[in-house]
């Protein structure tokens, strides 16, 4: 499979994010302060997730996968500063055999499409997930085509994509994300599809070409290890860089193990969703190789950033190929967060300044305990001091240092497993030895709270030992 991508040039806005009151930055992260962007009125207590997005000529779009009256639909909004959000419009839904119980996961990538069945010319073509189950087994890929992002004509028949293998008894082949490779028609398409075995190598994850959007090449498969040890799971976005030729991939991380640690909703094992993703990128000669290399990890996101308990479904906010390139530094990503209940999930987004990479390493004090995070402190929490500055990404120099929350207490740790407490997610990229222009964090422990400081005798409280080293202020 030969790249096609070019330059496509398009000057576009970033999609406005003053829509959330955001505080000024206390990371490269920033999170949106568990609030959501908008509330869906048309199903208040209803489900969001899965949301594309494209920003073009000062609007931003986004479709999302959400609760119809009584099974998954999918809804559009777009937002602008002169105009503000539009009405929420129920766009697509079970309407087909195929489809008959799920219409999910939207993809939509603007171009030059021809609908083989009907001849017309449309502007916008949009993939989805649909199935006619109610476990939601052996999803397939849907297409619809539309001329103004509200109105869509469904591919009628059949599904244009179907798992590789037998998918009676898992999810299938579905959560598309697709960029365009000319402007006109020529589509990469990536999709799950969790009919074909796992592998240490590889995620289940395919990418396929096609030049007019209904038939494929042969499906590629995607890396899945990065150089920090991580893996790449389902349910992830891509976007591309043509400055660079880097494919951008925002991905889940395995959920909390409710054996393991305190859940809010054990029942379910992990977590409903998972609280963390990750941001990647990889030299698209790289993606399209179906050879395992490994993906460089851009930094994570998770409920230490956001302030939500859950953080899934992600997508960035790309201009209309699906290029991520006009909104540098800034990389945008929207997703839903919320608690174990999906009547909780809201669209939100996050931002990161791909530039810095450095973590401010905060620690806040609400009157009983403290919080030391390089992301949301939480109401009643009052800013004490900026310890140092901690990376974001992960380097062959550093370890992870994880926030952890016992059910009453913030602490800090170096062990992957929050010492059997409940993940909050990575603050940050600690240096092992004692780099140039470093200082050593403690962690330290107050009567039944633990905090972190800069002192070695942890301000005469009791040393619990040496988490690491950040960059000076």
Known sequence: MRSTLRKLGLGLALAASAVLSLSPAVAEWQGPNAQPWFENYVRPQGYNYAPSVISENGTTDVWWCGQGASTDVIYHRSYSASGGFS??????????????RYTCDPSVVK???????????????MYYSGADNTPGNNNQLGLAYSNDKINWVDYQGDSVLKPIGNASDNYGLGQPSTFNADGQSSLFVITTDTSVPADPNFAQIFVRHTNDGVNFEAPVRVPGRATDGTTVGPNSDFAYDYATGDVYMMSSLPGRNCNAEPCKDPAHNPDRETYQMALYKMPISQFLSGQPFQWTPLGQLSSDQTGYYLNHSPG????????????????????????????TWKLTFSLLNKDNPFAPINRYYNGSIHKVTSGYAGPGFNYEQTLGRALVAATAA????????????YFLSTAANCEGQQHLGVTGEFFNNNEPNTHAVYRCLAGNHHFASNDANCEGQTVEGPLGYIYNN
């Open 398 to 409: 550093t370890h992870k240092v994880y926030s952890c929350f016992t059910g009453g207490d």
């Open 87 to 100: 009405p929420i419009s129920q766009v697509l839904y079970p309407r087909q055999t195929w489809n008959s």
């Open 316 to 343: 960035f906010n790309r201009d209309p190929s699906g290029n991520i390139t006009p909104f540098f530094p800034t990389i945008q990503i929207f997703h839903s967060g919320g608690d174990p209940s999906p009547t």
């Open 111 to 125: 171009g030059n499409f021809t609908n083989p069945q009907d001849g017309q010319h449309y502007q916008y073509i």
